[in-house]
C-alpha cells in the first residue's frame, strides 16, 4: 500500500475529526521549561468529548493541588468550567487564562492548529512505521511564518487518530504530546452534569 502524501494525509485526518462524534483518550503533555531549557514534568488528562461542545477533563497527574480535579463544561446547562476535587468546588469563565489548555485539547482545536501550521509549510514524504503493535504515519514539516520550526505529527494509520504531536524551534521540543488509551464510548449530554 502506498503511503499518502503530506496533503491527503491533512485531508483524511480532517475528515476523521468532522465524522468523530464522541471520543475519548489520554493525554500526556510535556512542555519546555524556559529556564532550564529541557522538557518540563510530564502531566497526564483524561479526556472525553461529545459533539458539537461537551468536554470533561480528569486532571491524573500534574501537581499535588490539581492530582484528581474533574472539569466539566456543558454550556446546555451554564455557560462556564465547574471543576470539583472532592469537596472543594469552584467555577471558571471560558475565557479564564488558567483553564486555557482545557479548551486546546480536543480534535477540532488540534486540526486547526495544525491545519494553520502546515499551511504554505514545506514537508517531508509521509513515513510509515510500527509503534508496538500500531502501524502509525509521521508526517513532518516546517512552518513557514512561526515560532515553530518543526511538526512532527504521528497518526495511526488504521483509525486516523492523532498519537503523537512534537512541536520544535531552534532550542529543540518546545512541547510533546501523546495521545493513548482512546475509545469512542456511547456518551449522552447528562454525561457533562455538574
Do not use: C
Not at 464522541?22 to 468529548?49: C, M, N, P, V
Amino acid at each position: 500500500m502506498q503511503n499518502p502524501t503530506p496533503q491527503q494525509l491533512m485531508q483524511q485526518f480532517a475528515q476523521k475529526v468532522s465524522r468523530t462524534r464522541a471520543y475519548s483518550y489520554t493525554w500526556e503533555f510535556q512542555e519546555r521549561d524556559e529556564k532550564t531549557g529541557k522538557l518540563g514534568d510530564k502531566q497526564i488528562y483524561k479526556l472525553e468529548f461529545l459533539q458539537p461542545h461537551y468536554r470533561k477533563m480528569t486532571i491524573i497527574q500534574r501537581d499535588l493541588f490539581s492530582n484528581g480535579a474533574v472539569l466539566i463544561y456543558n454550556p446546555d446547562v451554564e455557560k462556564k468550567v465547574h471543576a470539583r476535587k472532592g469537596l472543594i468546588r469552584r467555577v471558571y469563565e471560558p475565557d479564564d487564562p488558567e483553564i486555557k489548555r482545557f479548551f486546546e485539547t480536543d480534535l477540532g482545536h488540534i486540526l486547526k492548529d495544525l491545519q494553520r501550521l502546515f499551511r504554505r509549510a514545506k514537508a517531508d514524504p509521509v513515513k510509515r512505521a510500527k509503534q508496538g503493535q500500531r502501524e502509525v504515519f509521521t508526517l513532518s514539516f516546517a512552518p513557514q511564518t512561526d515560532p515553530v520550526d518543526r511538526v512532527n505529527f504521528t497518526i495511526d494509520a488504521r483509525d486516523l487518530m492523532p498519537w503523537r504531536i512534537e512541536y520544535a524551534d531552534s532550542k529543540g521540543t518546545r512541547s510533546l504530546r501523546v495521545f493513548t488509551e482512546y475509545g469512542f464510548p456511547n456518551l449522552k449530554p447528562d454525561d457533562f452534569k455538574f
